[in-house]
């Protein structure tokens, strides 16, 4: 496997979620509410707390891709991320990711000072994205997602979902390798709760060792507070973070090199943990 440059070999990257959104599922309107300015103090002080904690990666999104939501446009997408991303480059020392599916967002955020795209959609939604980050010279994060996040979460099927999921961000990885994105700049991401029903999210999880051996690339999860978590236990979106340590645990101890978490702190304490039990692990047949 190629050295990754995206997230260390040494450690898990704990990657915090800076949502610049009033409709996101766990934490829309803390920084952009509805028809409201953005608070760029307050995102950049939150951004500044999420790496105090721990966080190896700021990830910074002006779009909300809950199930059900609908396309931002892109001026807006833009005018909610850039300001906080050229001041977060004067202030913080980690990778600031944009977390968008559009050139044209990706190039701005890059232009003030980001240096990892994040997309959901392994360049569905707009192939000219892997272009952009290839001139930049930046890291991309390729997710798994079918469709697009007003409709994912209809008609979702799967034969075996480690195997499909690994075989199209193979195929994503390839895109971004013919647009000139060296494999050490290049990070997948399954997916979970991207178009996925409960079993899928599991199995994703559970078997998250599989599909990094099939794809070749590191992968980050992100459960963080996500659906599937209330399924399984009861919980609404604001109490599910005793959950969400329980996937991020399971997540490592299965192979993840990175997780996206809302909570930063006690991701990393749970990191550490099941990073040893898994570097502890031997095969006894």
């Known amino acids: 496997m190629t050295q990754s440059t995206i997230f260390p070999q040494e450690r898990v990257t704990i990657v915090g979620v800076l949502n610049l959104t009033p409709d996101s599922f766990s934490d829309g309107g803390r920084f952009v509410r509805a028809g409201a300015d953005l608070d760029l103090e307050a995102a950049v002080a939150e951004a500044e ?21 609908r396309e931002v446009p892109i001026d807006v997408e833009i005018a ?6 050229e001041a977060l480059a004067k202030s913080i020392s980690v990778p600031i990711a944009i977390d968008t599916r559009k050139a044209r967002v990706a190039e701005a955020a890059l232009e003030a000072g980001a240096a990892v795209v994040n997309d959901i ?17 930046a890291a991309i994060i390729l997710g798994h997602l079918r469709g697009d996040p007003s409709t994912m979460q209809c008609g979702v099927h799967f034969e075996d979902a480690a195997m499909e999921v690994a075989a199209e961000l193979r195929e994503a990885a390839g895109q971004a390798l013919e647009a000139g994105i060296p494999a050490e700049r290049i990070g ?3 997916g979970i709760g991207f178009g996925k029903h409960l079993a899928h999210n599991l ?6 060792g599989r599909i990094r051996a099939l794809v070749g690339l590191p992968v980050l999860v992100g459960p963080s507070r996500k659906a599937f978590l209330g399924e399984l ?3 609404p979106v604001d109490r599910r973070i005793e959950a969400t340590f329980a996937a991020c645990a399971v997540a490592v101890f299965a192979g993840a090199d990175a997780i996206r978490v809302h909570d930063v702190g006690g991701a990393l304490r749970v990191a550490k943990v099941a990073r040893a039990l898994r570097d502890a692990r031997r095969d006894l047949r």
Do not use: H, Q
Not at 52 to 67: F, Q
Not at 80 to 85: D, E, K, L, M, Q
């Open 203 to 208: 199995d994703l999880i559970a078997n998250l």
């Open 233 to 235: 236990t009861g919980d």
């Open 80 to 85: 909610r991320t850039r300001p906080v991303i």
């Open 121 to 137: 959609s392994g360049l569905r939604f707009d192939p000219m994205l892997a272009g952009v980050t290839a001139r930049a010279g």
């Open 188 to 190: 997948v991401d399954p």
């Open 49 to 69: 707390e999420l790496v105090a904690s721990g966080a190896g990666m700021v990830d910074v999104g002006g779009e909300s891709t809950r199930p059900g939501s």
